[in-house]
């Protein structure tokens, strides 16, 4: 029986690093988030949505706008895109009151709703009951 790979949803500071910042990432954390065979990885439409926001009032630099951007790096990675789903936005308001950002709220939300886990550097994440994995355990 063949394996079930694991399906991460990549925070959208891990995608933007990945792509604009790499010296972040170790060897053991290039190789992990490049690893096809066990793993699935995807980024949310709230993470594109928010790199469009951020790009649209310059507070993200680009090398390209995020039309293009975005979609060229998940292709060039693998990735899959996770579409924002009327469960995952009905669902919000029952997370804790931890914070109040609309896409991290977001993107704990379709991580609960389809099991997956979340990769992340921010501590915040730590606060909410979702399967999450550090970016500091990969490097």
């Known amino acids: 029986m063949a394996k079930m790979k ?13 792509f604009l910042e790499p010296e972040r990432f170790s060897k053991a954390a290039i190789n992990f988030v490049k690893d096809q065979k066990d793993n699935q990885f995807y980024l949310s439409h709230a993470s594109s949505w928010e790199i469009s926001i951020k790009f649209g009032v310059g507070k993200l630099k680009l090398p390209k706008p995020p039309e293009f951007f975005v979609p060229q790096r ?20 029952l997370l804790p009151k931890i914070h109040s950002d609309p896409f991290d709220r977001l993107i704990v939300s379709q991580a609960i709703q389809e099991k997956m886990t979340v990769l992340t550097a921010d501590p915040i994440f730590l606060k ?10 990969i490097c």
């Not at 694991?6 to 990945?18: A, R």
């Not at 895109?81 to 009327?86: A, R, T």
């Not at 909410?128 to 355990?137: A, E």
Request: glycine letters at 2%; zero cysteines.
């Open 6 to 18: 694991k399906q991460i949803l990549i925070d959208t500071h891990i995608f933007l690093w990945l």
């Open 74 to 93: 998940m292709q060039r990675a693998g990735y899959l895109h996770l579409p924002i789903e009327l469960e995952h936005v009905l669902s919000v308001h």
């Open 128 to 137: 909410y009951n979702v399967d999450l994995l550090k970016f500091s355990d």
